[in-house]
C-alpha cells in the first residue's frame, strides 16, 4: 500500500455513496456496518434518546426504540441507510420543516479524527469537531456511536396526497403548510410529467374521495405536481386528527378530483420505499447506476426553476421520482457544516434518476447525465443562489465556491482534525497535503 503517510481512508455506510465519494484509491474502504460495536440503547424521560453505532441503520433504530414507544424525530426518505452516512451529509426528508434535517437532532457523537484520536462532542464538549463532523462529508473524523433524540412515536398515519397544474399555486400551498405549528407532520411534493393513468397506478395503496371522477382524471401529457403529507395519530384520536386534516385541506387549492387517502401503521409509511427496493430488486433494476442530483434552491427563485427545468430541460419523469419541497433555515443549526442558500425558506429538489445498464436512450446514463449538466448550468447562468446537496466537485475552486464563508472555517478543521488529509479522498476536496501546506490553501 505504501507509507503510512500516503494512506487514505474512507468510511462506507449502506452504498449509496455518490460519484465514488465513498472510494478510497489505493488505500482502505471501512464498511461500517461490519464493526461490531454495543447494540442500539435506549434512554426513556423527559429527553429521550438512543445511543446507536455509526454503522447502524435507520430502520434497526426505528425498530428497537418502537419497543420503549419512541422514534426518532427525523428521517430519509429511505431506512436503510446508516447513521454516520446521513449524518455525515445532513438526512433531510418530509419532517425537516418541523424538526429540522436529521444533523439537527443528534445531542452527541463519537468520532475517530484523522490523526486517530478517540473523541466525545456534543454542543458543550469539543463543539468544533461536532459542528464540522455534522453535514462534513466525512472530512473530519469517522462517526463511530451517536445520541439520536427521540420522541414519543405514534401507531398510524393518514397519508393523502393531490395534484395540481399549475406550479405557483402547488408551492403556495406547499409554502403555506410549512409555515405554522398545527400543521401536518411530514410534507413533500413531486412532479410528473407525460405519466399514462397516473391515478389509476396509485389505487393499490391510496383510495380516492370521488372514485368516478378520479377514474376520469386524464394525465397524459400533462406535467403535474402532487403535494403529499401525513398526520400521524393513535388509533383513540382518529375522530379529531380527521377533523385537523379535514381543516387542512379546505385551505388548499388542489384539483379536487385528486384527492387520494390511505391509513397505513407508523412504520409502513416509514418504510415505504423499501416496498419499492423489493420489487426493483426482484427485476434486477435496483444494482443499477443512479445518477442523482440533490439541489437547494431559494424561495425567491424557484418559480424560475420550475419554469425552466420542468417546462423546457426535461420531457418525462420516468427515469425516477422528482422530489420538490420548502423547508425552513430556522430549523437548521448554521454551525454545522452543511452549506444551504442564503434566504430563510429553500427547497430541495431531487432528480432521483435510474439508469438502464447499456442503454443509449433517454433512460440511459449519458442521456441522464447531460441532462443533469444542462440543470446546472442554467443554475449557474441564470444565477439562482443554487447549492448542492450530496455536492460533487471536480476542484477546489469549485469547493471553495460551494463553502462560500464557510471556506475558511472548513480547511481550519481540515488541518486540526486531518492533517494529513487522509479521510474521505473520494471527495475531492483536498489533495494530498502536510502538516505545513494548510496556509497554502488557506491564501
Same mark, same amino acid.
Given at each position: 500500500?505504501?507509507?503510512?503517510?500516503?494512506?487514505?481512508?474512507?468510511?462506507?455506510?449502506?452504498?449509496?455513496?455518490?460519484?465514488?465519494?465513498?472510494?478510497?484509491?489505493?488505500?482502505?474502504?471501512?464498511?461500517?456496518?461490519?464493526?461490531?460495536?454495543?447494540?442500539?440503547?435506549?434512554?426513556?424521560?423527559?429527553?429521550?434518546?438512543?445511543?446507536?453505532?455509526?454503522?447502524?441503520?435507520?430502520?434497526?433504530?426505528?425498530?428497537?426504540?418502537?419497543?420503549?414507544?419512541?422514534?426518532?424525530?427525523?428521517?430519509?426518505?429511505? #431506512?436503510?441507510?446508516? @447513521?454516520? %452516512?446521513? *449524518?455525515?451529509?445532513? $438526512? /433531510?426528508?418530509?419532517? +425537516?420543516?418541523?424538526?429540522?434535517?436529521?444533523?439537527?437532532?443528534?445531542?452527541?457523537?463519537?468520532?475517530?479524527?484523522?490523526?486517530?484520536?478517540?473523541?466525545?462532542?456534543?454542543?458543550?464538549?469539543?463543539?468544533? #469537531?461536532?459542528?464540522? @463532523?455534522? %453535514?462534513? *462529508?466525512?472530512?473530519? $473524523? /469517522?462517526?463511530?456511536? +451517536?445520541?439520536?433524540?427521540?420522541?414519543?412515536?405514534?401507531?398510524?398515519?393518514?397519508?393523502?396526497?393531490?395534484?395540481?397544474?399549475?406550479?405557483?399555486?402547488?408551492?403556495?400551498?406547499?409554502?403555506?403548510?410549512?409555515?405554522?405549528?398545527?400543521?401536518?407532520?411530514?410534507?413533500?411534493?413531486?412532479? /410528473?410529467?407525460?405519466?399514462?393513468?397516473?391515478?389509476?397506478?396509485?389505487?393499490?395503496?391510496?383510495?380516492?374521495?370521488?372514485?368516478?371522477?378520479?377514474?376520469?382524471?386524464?394525465?397524459?401529457?400533462?406535467?403535474?405536481?402532487?403535494?403529499?403529507?401525513?398526520?400521524?395519530?393513535?388509533?383513540?384520536?382518529?375522530?379529531?386528527?380527521?377533523?385537523?386534516?379535514?381543516?387542512?385541506?379546505?385551505?388548499?387549492?388542489?384539483?379536487?378530483?385528486?384527492?387520494?387517502?390511505?391509513?397505513?401503521?407508523?412504520?409502513?409509511?416509514?418504510?415505504?420505499?423499501?416496498?419499492?427496493?423489493?420489487?426493483?430488486?426482484?427485476?434486477?433494476?435496483?444494482?443499477?447506476?443512479?445518477?442523482?442530483?440533490?439541489?437547494?434552491?431559494?424561495?425567491?427563485?424557484?418559480?424560475?426553476?420550475?419554469?425552466?427545468?420542468?417546462?423546457?430541460?426535461?420531457?418525462?419523469?420516468?427515469?425516477?421520482?422528482?422530489?420538490?419541497?420548502?423547508?425552513?433555515?430556522?430549523?437548521?443549526?448554521?454551525?454545522?457544516?452543511?452549506?444551504?442558500?442564503?434566504?430563510?425558506?429553500?427547497?430541495?429538489?431531487?432528480?432521483?434518476?435510474?439508469?438502464?445498464?447499456?442503454?443509449?436512450?433517454?433512460?440511459?446514463?449519458?442521456?441522464?447525465?447531460?441532462?443533469?449538466?444542462?440543470?446546472?448550468?442554467?443554475?449557474?447562468?441564470?444565477?439562482?443562489?443554487?447549492?448542492?446537496?450530496?455536492?460533487?466537485?471536480?476542484?477546489?475552486?469549485?469547493?471553495?465556491?460551494?463553502?462560500?464563508?464557510?471556506?475558511?472555517?472548513?480547511?481550519?478543521?481540515?488541518?486540526?482534525?486531518?492533517?494529513?488529509?487522509?479521510?474521505?479522498?473520494?471527495?475531492?476536496?483536498?489533495?494530498?497535503?502536510?502538516?505545513?501546506?494548510?496556509?497554502?490553501?488557506?491564501?
Amino acid at each position: 500500500m505504501g507509507p503510512a503517510t500516503e494512506l487514505t481512508i474512507a468510511a462506507r455506510g449502506h452504498g449509496h455513496s455518490l460519484q465514488g465519494q465513498a472510494q478510497a484509491h489505493r488505500g482502505v474502504v471501512i464498511n461500517m456496518e461490519s464493526l461490531q460495536g454495543p447494540k442500539t440503547i435506549v434512554h426513556t424521560g423527559k429527553m429521550p434518546y438512543a445511543d446507536v453505532s455509526g454503522g447502524e441503520l435507520w430502520i434497526n433504530i426505528l425498530h428497537e426504540s418502537l419497543k420503549h414507544g419512541l422514534a426518532p424525530k427525523s428521517w430519509t426518505d429511505y #431506512l436503510h441507510l446508516t @447513521v454516520g %452516512g446521513t *449524518l455525515s451529509n445532513a $438526512g /433531510i426528508s418530509g419532517q +425537516a420543516f418541523r424538526h429540522g434535517p436529521q444533523i439537527n437532532n443528534v445531542y452527541q457523537l463519537e468520532v475517530v479524527t484523522g490523526k486517530g484520536d478517540i473523541i466525545t462532542c456534543s454542543e458543550t464538549q469539543n463543539a468544533d #469537531l461536532f459542528y464540522g @463532523v455534522l %453535514g462534513g *462529508l466525512g472530512q473530519f $473524523g /469517522i462517526i463511530t456511536r +451517536a445520541r439520536i433524540s427521540l420522541e414519543p412515536a405514534p401507531k398510524m398515519v393518514k397519508w393523502i396526497r393531490v395534484l395540481y397544474s399549475e406550479f405557483s399555486i402547488f408551492s403556495k400551498d406547499q409554502e403555506h403548510l410549512t409555515s405554522f405549528k398545527n400543521s401536518f407532520d411530514y410534507i413533500e411534493g413531486f412532479v /410528473i410529467i407525460n405519466r399514462t393513468g397516473l391515478l389509476n397506478t396509485w389505487r393499490s395503496s391510496f383510495n380516492p374521495r370521488e372514485p368516478l371522477q378520479a377514474s376520469q382524471f386524464n394525465s397524459d401529457g400533462r406535467t403535474l405536481y402532487c403535494l403529499e403529507m401525513a398526520k400521524y395519530f393513535n388509533p383513540d384520536e382518529t375522530h379529531i386528527v380527521n377533523q385537523v386534516i379535514e381543516s387542512l385541506l379546505s385551505e388548499l387549492s388542489y384539483i379536487p378530483s385528486t384527492l387520494l387517502l390511505s391509513e397505513v401503521p407508523y412504520v409502513d409509511f416509514l418504510d415505504r420505499v423499501h416496498v419499492s427496493e423489493i420489487k426493483l430488486r426482484a427485476k434486477g433494476l435496483w444494482e443499477v447506476p443512479h445518477p442523482w442530483l440533490n439541489l437547494l434552491i431559494p424561495k425567491s427563485r424557484i418559480h424560475d426553476f420550475a419554469k425552466e427545468v420542468f417546462g423546457n430541460i426535461l420531457r418525462d419523469t420516468g427515469n425516477g421520482p422528482i422530489l420538490i419541497y420548502p423547508v425552513n433555515k430556522s430549523k437548521w443549526n448554521n454551525r454545522t457544516s452543511l452549506v444551504t442558500p442564503q434566504e430563510d425558506i429553500f427547497y430541495l429538489v431531487a432528480f432521483l434518476s435510474s439508469a438502464v445498464p447499456s442503454s443509449t436512450g433517454t433512460d440511459g446514463l449519458e442521456h441522464i447525465l447531460t441532462q443533469n449538466e444542462r440543470i446546472l448550468d442554467f443554475c449557474e447562468g441564470a444565477r439562482l443562489g443554487m447549492k448542492q446537496y450530496l455536492p460533487h466537485y471536480s476542484t477546489q475552486d469549485k469547493w471553495q465556491a460551494h463553502f462560500g464563508p464557510k471556506w475558511e472555517v472548513f480547511v481550519k478543521r481540515k488541518s486540526k482534525y486531518d492533517p494529513l488529509a487522509i479521510l474521505a479522498p473520494g471527495q475531492r476536496i483536498f489533495q494530498k497535503a502536510t502538516p505545513f501546506s494548510w496556509s497554502r490553501i488557506l491564501a
